[in-house]
Nanobody
Framework: QVQLVESGGGLVQAGGSLRLSCAAS????????MAWFRQAPGKEREFVTA????????YYADSVKGRFTISRDNAKNTVYLEMNSLKPEDTAKYYC????????????????WGQGTQVIVSS
């Protein structure tokens, strides 16, 4: 089992920045690749970004490429999401997830999920 707890969400103006964190506990953190998904009201859960076991490989949805950066610190069992140049359409609940196999951008690949942290971007 892996337990995931997100933090760092909040209200920010368009063009601003936020840094989300996801602290993991339980099984060996470095054995999982990690991702962030988001879900806005009335919309499906959407892939945002993922990072490989060592942090050497990263993947981004086109909608966030160049604005968001994912990173991980295996010594601290934590994954981060740095979000810059935020837009109102980034407003959503952001979820951290862990998987050991499967398609990186498919939510069904992920076995473990946090409770989410809300991000609201005002125009």
């Amino acid at each position: 089992q892996v337990q995931l707890v997100e933090s760092g969400g909040g209200l920010v103006q368009a063009g601003g920045s936020l840094r989300l964190s996801c602290a993991a506990s339980g099984r060996t953190f470095s054995g999982y690749y990690m991702a962030w998904f988001r879900q806005a009201p009335g919309k499906e859960r959407e892939f945002v970004t993922a990072i490989g076991w060592s942090g050497g490989s990263t993947y981004y949805a086109d909608s966030v490429k160049g604005r968001f950066t994912i990173s991980r610190d295996n010594a601290k069992n934590t994954v981060y999401l740095e979000m810059n140049s935020l837009k109102p359409e980034d407003t959503a609940k952001y979820y951290c997830a862990a998987a050991d196999s499967g398609a990186l951008d498919a939510w069904r690949s992920y076995d473990y999920w946090g409770q989410g942290t809300q991000v609201i971007v005002s125009s």
